[in-house]
């Protein structure tokens, strides 16, 4: 007999239904970002580092205002001085010999031929590629300056009613403007920069301002003009070269609408397209039908994945830095360096040369990419490491003289070592911290081709030279001769421990235990037994009496320092999990405590971002949401570009400048997905470590270990629906976010066991399922 149903039961019954339902339309709905996401001014910029951001990974722009006039900054990824670095490749370019120089303590050597030459030299470099200049009308205003993320689009209102939409196509390289209710001509001018004539010293040259450029010797480039179009072409070091072109219809109908592009030529490699030509052709057709097709792919882009939450800052923050993963990370284009296609617009060389440092910056700028449902740009960076492998090992017999595969921690273009702090620059292990990329691909989407073509061949090499590298001591243990930390100590002689540090030895470890599962994924369990017994022999992490992660067996954290470098096993590589229990929790607790204690003097606003991640993976949300916000507030500009220093001068970090990098900006991104969903420990966690203040928040489209989409909603500070689509047959386990559920829907996805507070499913590829909570 069916029971009758209060009113009070009714009333219940039917808040509980409609808060499913919202929840459900929201893991099923559009994942576009809403106009209160959109960077939004009342004027232009005056300087290019606050600019509005357009990008597509291998052109980009930033539009504001210099003297008066409105400036487009134009830069193409792969516009580089390529000359080899003079000094370094010298008889003594040797692993050996540092180790016997070390050994002696007579390091000025070092020093002199490896570290000064990248400060004393001006290439080899990324530089920039020149602007456009615009000449308006006397006495108008700015009036409005936004970035519309949704349609990656830059429009510009003037007080007098004139209106310029502006986009860098998503897919080609080519930038468009319209300029709209134009009453007289605005013609663009094409400045180039200047690459000859006096040097200007500006200040103190050094790595974070960079040198002038007339420093790289080049002749000055040829502008020349045409009817309606403005070419420049300038000649590099090598035969190198680019160009750039800007071409416009003339005004008509109280519009002009116009093109520029970017190309770069090297001696040697595949003939591109001139800019010239591309101008040309796009000309042909309209700034509506660029848009309609730059558009999609934007739609396609913002449809992968999406999260809400109740702090606007965060939220804001977090599709602010994937628009500009969008605009930086494409396949066939460079991967993201240092500042991508923004390189300064002042006369200079780019910070740190604009460079590809992979000690910690290039793998920050990808954190996001995995979690966030990326991959396709996540494989940009891939692709890169992969062309240029043949170089690496080059370096890996030039510099080490062993077989397998070393990358530097500090490169050109095309992979080659640039020097600098080598403890760094040349560090043995940096290969291994790339591994965790390849290994984060195949984990996130389980692509079994790519597992036997690219990430198990990567980890062979890697695990080779690391077994070459590596020797054992007097009591049988391995590690490295010598071995360093990430930035602890400079450049100093000190800076080198006879000890391996924690550092060197979570990217070993990890190497060795990933490459073990690789191994047995593909079938050879030879290999795997290998390289089990081989990580055997190497010692546990360096931990004090207090259970805190030290530097190295002989020095504890005890300085506040930007790069936390002796906590990689807890995050990025997870190999000590607050999973594995109290022991585990005790370590991470501690050692995230005594780094909240000694404080963050001297820590950069990537420090924060990475800061995040880490509470986050100790289930620390309140930390986590903390870190984020200081970000966000003192460490970016308005236009949202990490800075580095803290810009309020609040005492959040002594380090105050402001050189412009992007991986403190993904690694912000990556720590709010982290919150959001976890799936390193095996299983996937829901809102993991999301603050008690956050009652409602929604995530769509997370990508989980495993090759699986997650979507969730949580409403009154629980979790009331969970949605997942498994891409690959196999299994899923999740853990449970309440006790009792509903299937509310359920295609090619059957549960199988629940216990122990974890749910185990049985998926078929492309089967969904849709939980909801029932009590």
């Not at 045409?226 to 519009?255: C, D």
């Not at 594995?580 to 005594?594: C, H, R, V, W, Y």
């Not at 507070?757 to 089967?767: H, Q, T, Y």
């Given at each position: 007999m069916r029971n009758k149903m209060t009113g009070t039961d009714h009333n219940f019954f039917l808040k509980t239904t409609l808060t499913c339902l919202a929840a459900l339309s929201f893991l099923t709905g559009q994942a576009q970002p809403q106009e209160k996401h959109n960077l939004h001014f009342d004027k232009l910029a005056k300087v290019w580092d606050e600019a509005l951001p357009l990008g597509n990974g291998t052109v980009g722009a930033l539009i504001w205002e210099r003297e008066g006039k409105l400036r487009l900054s134009l830069d193409r990824a792969d516009i580089w001085d390529m000359r080899p670095m003079a000094g370094l490749h010298r008889e003594e370019f040797s692993y050996k010999w540092v180790q016997d120089q070390v050994r002696k303590k007579d390091y000025k050597p070092v020093q002199q031929y490896f570290d000064a030459p990248y400060d004393r030299e001006p290439a080899p470099s990324k530089i920039p590629a020149g602007a456009l200049e615009f000449a308006l009308p006397a006495g108008i205003e700015v009036t409005k300056a936004d970035v519309l993320l949704a349609s990656a689009t830059a429009v510009v209102e003037w007080s007098n009613g004139m209106v310029l939409k502006t986009f860098v196509h998503a897919t080609k390289p080519a930038g468009w403007f319209r300029f709209e209710h134009v009453s007289e001509n605005v013609m663009p001018e094409l400045i180039a920069p200047k690459y000859s004539g006096a040097v200007k010293e500006g200040g103190e040259v050094n790595s974070l301002v960079g040198d002038d450029l007339?420093?790289?010797?080049?002749?000055?480039?040829?502008?020349?003009?045409?009817?309606?179009?403005?070419?420049?072409?300038?000649?590099?070091?090598?035969?190198?070269?680019?160009?750039?072109?800007?071409?416009?219809?003339?005004?008509?109908?109280?519009?002009?609408?116009?093109?520029?592009?970017?190309?770069?030529?090297?001696?040697?490699?595949?003939?591109?397209?001139?800019?010239?030509?591309?101008?040309?052709?796009?000309?042909?057709?309209?700034?509506?039908?660029?848009?309609?097709?730059?558009?999609?792919?934007?739609?396609?882009?913002?449809?992968?994945?999406?999260?809400?939450?109740?702090?606007?800052?965060?939220?804001?923050?977090?599709?602010?830095?994937?628009?500009?993963?969008?605009?930086?990370?494409?396949?066939?284009a460079p991967p993201i360096s240092l500042q991508a296609v923004w390189t300064a617009d002042n006369g200079r060389i780019p910070p740190w040369k604009g460079d590809y440092h992979h000690d910690l910056n290039t793998q920050l700028s990808y954190w996001p990419a995995y979690s966030g449902n990326h991959l396709e740009e996540a494989l940009g960076y891939l692709d890169h490491l992969d062309e240029n492998k043949e170089n690496y090992q080059r370096y890996t017999k030039q510099y080490f003289g062993v077989e397998g595969l070393a990358v530097p921690g500090v490169t050109t273009l095309d992979g080659t070592e640039m020097g600098g702090w080598i403890q760094y620059s040349l560090s043995p292990t940096v290969s291994g911290w790339l591994a965790h990329h390849y290994y984060l691909q195949w984990r996130y989407g389980m692509d079994s081709d790519f597992l036997k073509d690219r990430a198990y061949p990567w980890f062979k090499q890697v695990c080779t030279f690391f077994e070459n590298i590596t020797i054992k001591n007097e009591k049988g243990i391995r590690q490295l001769p010598i071995s360093s930390s990430p930035e602890i100590r400079d450049n100093k002689l000190e800076a080198w421990f006879p000890q391996t540090t924690n550092y060197d030895l979570a990217l070993i470890r990890f190497?060795?235990?990933?490459?073990?599962?690789?191994?047995?994924?593909?079938?050879?369990?030879?290999?795997?037994?290998?390289?089990?017994?081989?990580?055997?022999?190497?010692?546990?992490?360096?931990?004090?009496?207090?259970?805190?992660?030290?530097?190295?067996?002989?020095?504890?954290?005890?300085?506040?320092?930007?790069?936390?470098?002796?906590?990689?096993?807890?995050?990025?590589?997870?190999?000590?999990?607050?999973?594995?229990?109290?022991?585990?929790?005790?370590?991470?607790?501690?050692?995230?405590?005594?780094?909240?204690?000694?404080?963050?003097?001297?820590?950069c606003g990537y420090s924060y971002s990475w800061l995040a991640n880490l509470k986050a993976r100790a289930k620390d949300g309140a930390g986590a949401q903390k870190a984020l916000e200081i970000f966000a507030k003192a460490f970016c500009l308005p236009n949202s570009f990490h800075a580095n220093g803290d810009q309020t001068k609040s005492g959040l970090s002594k380090f105050t400048y402001r050189p412009f990098t992007l991986e403190g900006n993904f690694a912000f991104a990556s720590g709010l997905q982290e919150m959001m969903l976890q799936s390193y420990a095996g299983f996937i966690e829901i809102m993991p470590a999301v603050p008690e203040v956050w009652k409602d928040a929604d995530f769509k489209d997370l990508r989980?270990?495993?090759?699986?989409?997650?979507?969730?909603?949580?409403?009154?500070?629980?979790?009331?629906?969970?949605?997942?689509?498994?891409?690959?047959?196999?299994?899923?386990?999740?853990?449970?976010?309440?006790?009792?559920?509903?299937?509310?829907?359920?295609?090619?996805?059957?549960?199988?066991?629940?216990?122990?507070?974890?749910?185990?499913?049985?998926?078929?590829?492309?089967?969904?399922?849709?939980?909801?909570?029932?009590?």
């Open positions: 007339a420093r790289l010797g080049y002749k000055q480039g040829i502008i020349t003009r045409e009817a309606n179009s403005i070419t420049y072409r300038q000649e590099g070091w090598g035969g190198f070269s680019y160009e750039i072109a800007v071409k416009w219809k003339p005004l008509r109908n109280g519009i002009i609408e116009g093109v520029w592009s970017v190309s770069s030529h090297y001696p040697n490699a595949a003939a591109r397209p001139n800019a010239a030509a591309i101008t040309s052709d796009a000309l042909k057709g309209t700034y509506s039908t660029a848009y309609s097709s730059h558009v999609a792919w934007w739609q396609k882009f913002w449809n992968m994945s999406s999260i809400r939450v109740p702090d606007a800052l965060i939220e804001k923050q977090w599709y602010v830095e994937q628009y500009k993963f969008g605009s930086a990370a494409r396949r066939g190497a060795f235990g990933a490459g073990a599962e690789l191994a047995l994924a593909t079938g050879d369990r030879v290999q795997a037994q290998k390289w089990r017994e081989l990580l055997a022999e190497f010692p546990p992490f360096a931990f004090t009496e207090n259970s805190e992660l030290m530097f190295a067996p002989t020095l504890p954290y005890n300085e506040s320092h930007r790069h936390f470098s002796h906590l990689m096993a807890i995050h990025p590589l997870g190999l000590i999990k607050w999973e594995d229990g109290p022991e585990a929790q005790k370590m991470i607790g501690n050692t995230i405590a005594l780094l909240d204690k000694i404080g963050p003097d001297y820590w989980a270990e495993g090759a699986v989409l997650v979507s969730a909603a949580k409403r009154g500070g629980k979790v009331t629906s969970i949605g997942m689509t498994a891409e690959k047959e196999g299994e899923i386990v999740l853990k449970k976010p309440f006790e009792k559920y509903r299937v509310a829907s359920a295609k090619g996805i059957e549960i199988v066991k629940d216990e122990g507070g974890l749910l185990r499913l049985k998926c078929r590829a492309s089967g969904s399922i849709v939980l909801t909570r029932a009590e």
